[in-house]
Nanobody, 126 residues
Framework: QVLLVESGGASVQAGGSLRLSCAAS??????????LAWFRQVPGNEREGVVS???????TYADSAKGRFTISWDNSKTPLYLLIDNLNPEDTALYYC??????????????????WGKGTQVTVSS
């Protein structure tokens, strides 16, 4: 079974940085065919795609994430990291790691992802 576990969320002051981690298991047999992505969600808002790592290793960032967000991984896309620099209060959200087999170039629809972690909370104060 696929299991995704996020960690690294914290309460920080604006301007700081965090590195979130996603430990994935159960994907080793077919991970090359999966998209792995980071989403975030604020209560009352839609779940928002932040960045995805495509099955071929390419990455795609949401416009809102370009520059300050960086996705990376050690190997085999696990652990999967999300580095957030220059945090601002608008980054406050529950951050999720997700995995799915996706065809085409549309990566940011949450319904396309089959597996989700429980999320890790990032809270940024002014």
């Amino acid at each position: 079974q696929v299991l995704l576990v996020e960690s690294g969320g914290a309460s920080v002051q604006a301007g700081g940085s965090l590195r979130l981690s996603c430990a994935a298991s159960g994907l080793t047999d077919s991970y090359r065919s999966y998209f792995l992505a980071w989403f975030r969600q604020v209560p009352g808002n839609e779940r928002e795609g932040v960045v995805s790592a495509h099955s071929d290793g390419r990455t795609t960032y949401a416009d809102s994430a370009k520059g300050r967000f960086t996705i990376s991984w050690d190997n085999s896309k696990t652990p999967l990291y999300l580095l957030i620099d220059n945090l601002n209060p608008e980054d406050t959200a529950l951050y999720y790691c997700a995995a799915g087999v996706i065809y085409g170039e549309h990566w940011s629809d949450p319904s396309d992802y089959n597996y989700w972690g429980k999320g890790t909370q990032v809270t940024v104060s002014s």
